[in-house]
């Protein structure tokens, strides 16, 4: 029987989520009410429109909001939900009034942490996020001569590398002893940040913010490492999930701040689902949850969240986490976790590692390839990886969260075998070198 | 909501600090720069404190208390189960 389906939210979870409904029964009714004027963009792309490196933001939306009428998903527009109530599946919409559900998606992001200093009301404090926004300060950006951006979270540092390559004196300011200090390790993130300097980028770690300075608009940032000039603070601090909403309706919130969900998205509220930066998930090696990953799962996680409140079945998995990035001249990535994670968590580990080549060494273009396998020591199962380069570094990762995920060994990773074609691939696979150097450390025996 | 709370705020600052006294030894294997010190009796006790007895503490052992710990981890998931395995050739 086709339900009505009211999802909160338009971002990758929420959009993704409607899809799943309609996908589920095309007889079924979604509403998605967003906060914002627009919705199914790609909000990831914005620090390439301000790095020029992407020539308009247009280019980042994925349809026109008629595709979405056309596809049977009714969207409302700048409509603020103000409650749930779950009892008698209402929600109250500003503006609306209550309104009735028969399942709900609670697909409400996620929102920057508070700085916590003096100064934050002040303006010239970008908060990248919404797309209208982003073109009104991309604008700001073409007549600013100096940028603060704070905290070298993933978005710190796709907006430094933006910034300081778009020609701004930029300063990355960091509690922490180096870039993204929380998942990547310092040999991985060694040459981003030589090539943030070679960029002109200014680095301040180990460094609190102190206050943000001005009469009206920020003109300088004060900091324990002193006070830095800027035109704009780009504030990127950690994702906090979103979920304030939700938990004042009883649903349940894990230790990581995250909605807490089964496989089918499903919360602890019979009829309500969570996805995206509001949930949290199991990790599938520490089978530990884990909050804030990326875009693509977030929008899997409502495809799922909404294939099954609009009456089917799918699973979602617990993630084994690929990720990757440019950062400065580099591209870094991964899988599962690095070994700060692992030393911070007490998981035995051991390492391979090695430097390869990304094509054949004598053909245009070659790059070099950094790779980091961990491993459990007893058999060897990967159970996480991390990697620099300038190609081949998504597909690595990609490739390698799911050797994490079916439990490959070092000993099946270093007689992998590997493309070898000059232009795309080198004889050697850097993959193969890690594993290889990593048994090499093994005892003979064992 | 007490036991909610308290895991969160267990998770948050437990988190934090071992990753901060990860990030030590990571930077010492690595000769890259080193976390700030520790600054004030809160920041002391976890880091003096709190961080050595975690690590003293067996993987196995610390694992089943992480675990037992609210979360997602504790829903239904096929996964844990039926874990994904290697299979057969297909033909």
Known sequence: MPHKTLVIGGGAAGIGAAGGVKAADPANTVVVYTDFEDVGYSPCGIPYVHG????SFERLFLAQKEAYVQAGIDIHYEKHVESIDVERKRVTVQGEGEVAWDRLVIATGFDYADPGVPGGGLEGLYYVKNIRRAMEWDKVLDTAKTAVVVHATPLGVEMTTALAQRGLETHLVDPQPWALADIVDPDIIAPVQE??????????FNTTLEAFRGERTVSSVATSDGELPADIAVVCTHKRPNISLAAQAGLMVGPTGGLVVDERMATTVADVYAAGDCAELPHGVTRLGVQGLTGSHAYAQGKVAGFNAGGGTKRYQPVYVPWGTPAGKWVIGGASFGETTATALGIPFMVGQAEGISRARYYPGVKKVKIKLLAEPVQRRLIGAQMVGQEGIKERADFLA???KFG??????AAMENVYSPAIGALNEPIVLAAQNGLESVPHGR | MAA?????WLRENAQ?????????RIAKKYRAARPRRPHGFEEQVWRRAFAPVYRAVPWSLRSRVLRAMPGSHRQHWTSWTEPPRRRDPAV
């Open chain 2, 16 to 24: 934090h600090h071992l990753v901060v006294a990860a990030q030590d």
């Open chain 1, 195 to 204: 090539s943030w300097l070679e960029l002109g980028a200014h680095l301040h």
């Open chain 1, 52 to 55: 020029k490196e992407i020539d």
């Open chain 1, 408 to 413: 490959l060994t070092l000993d099946d990773l």
């Open chain 2, 4 to 8: 909610e709370s308290f895991a969160r």
């Open chain 1, 402 to 404: 799911t050797a994490v």
